[in-house]
């Protein structure tokens, strides 16, 4: 097909394929678009008539999409996003009157420790904007951003969609809390024979640490799993109980002055808090202003700076 083709497809088309491709279910693209069912699946026959291919194959309850469906997606979400890019606006963004709608997805570490101070810039400067926080991930959030649920996500991450973005924010060391005196760092021998407490969205009872200790040959004893950082300084408090937590969360979890923090006994892992957004709108100016911010108030360049 030549450009000069293009005249005869209606982009509508192409979204609702890609909605499809994600949702693998009429229904769900239904929700997703605000259209209903039959208008959905006629649009699906007219993209098995462009296409001369079936495109999906119902499997039980999903759709399942034909080899030449992935081969068209493969080749269609850059376009799409480029195409966006294109045709967003160039206007100057105005926090100060913007009713603007950003949907961030956020880690719990971030949301507890560092999204007050972001937030309370935010409603400084946009008072009018709305923030809709969504729970994430390195799990969530590429699917989070390929979906288009968020725009831009701040976490720990490692697979990212192709056409996504990212940019380290700072370097974290975890350190060590706990609720008794901690005049005295705990010696490795100590720390892996105190119980511990261990945050972990999906109730894992192992994490970065236990890989660590694993190749010092080391094991710990994880008594606790919670889902989030913020039921920490409560439950920590009056017990024997310690934690491995990433270093920026340790502010907030210290201020009571019921819990303190001291280095690991061993030299343990770092890992990058990274930002990462939709390429179809890296040059839409709302985006660029709110990433500006989050760098800003959740970014840490001298983190970057290797300790001596």
């Given at each position: 097909m030549n450009r000069t083709d293009l005249r005869r497809v209606d982009f509508h088309l192409l979204i609702v394929f890609e909605t499809l491709m994600h949702e693998r279910s009429v229904t769900r693209?239904?929700?997703k678009l605000f259209l209903g069912q039959p208008?959905?699946?006629?649009?699906l026959s007219r993209l098995r008539?462009?296409?001369?291919?079936?495109?999906f194959i119902r499997a039980g309850r999903h759709m399942e999409p034909t080899?030449?469906?992935?081969?068209?997606?493969?080749h269609l979400a850059p376009a799409l996003d480029s195409i966006a890019n294109a045709l967003s606006t160039t206007s100057e963004f105005d926090p100060a009157t913007s009713d603007a709608v950003f949907r961030i997805g956020i880690s719990d570490d971030v949301e507890f420790a560092l999204l007050p101070a972001l937030l309370r810039q935010l409603r400084r400067e946009a008072p009018g904007v709305v923030l809709v926080i969504r729970r994430t991930n390195y799990l969530l959030?590429?699917?989070?951003?390929n979906a288009g649920d968020i725009s831009v996500g701040v976490s720990y991450v490692v697979d990212l969609p192709a056409n996504a973005k990212c940019k380290p924010l700072r370097r974290s060391w975890?350190?060590?809390?706990?609720?008794?005196?901690?005049?005295?760092?705990?010696?490795?021998?100590?720390?892996?024979?105190?119980?511990?407490?261990?945050?972990?969205f999906a109730g894992d009872l192992d994490g970065y640490v236990d890989d660590a200790l694993e190749t010092l040959g080391y094991t710990r004893r994880v008594?606790?799993?919670v889902p989030q950082f913020s039921a920490l300084g409560t439950l920590l408090a009056d017990t024997d109980l310690i934690a491995t937590v990433p270093d920026y969360v340790i502010e907030e979890l210290t201020t009571s002055g019921r819990l303190h923090a001291n280095a690991l006994p061993f030299t343990g892992p770092s890992f990058?808090?990274?930002?990462a957004w939709r390429g179809a709108q890296d040059n839409d100016p709302a985006e660029r202003w709110l990433r500006a911010r989050i760098e800003e108030f959740i970014g840490d360049p001298q983190s970057f700076t290797p300790i001596n």
């Open positions: 693209a239904a929700e208008a959905i699946s006629a649009a008539t462009l296409f001369d291919d079936p495109l080899a030449r469906a992935e081969e068209i997606f493969k959030m590429p699917e989070l951003l975890p350190q060590v809390l706990r609720a008794d005196d901690a005049a005295a760092p705990l010696a490795i021998d100590e720390y892996c024979a105190r119980p511990h407490a261990l945050v972990s008594v606790l799993a990058d808090l990274s930002m």
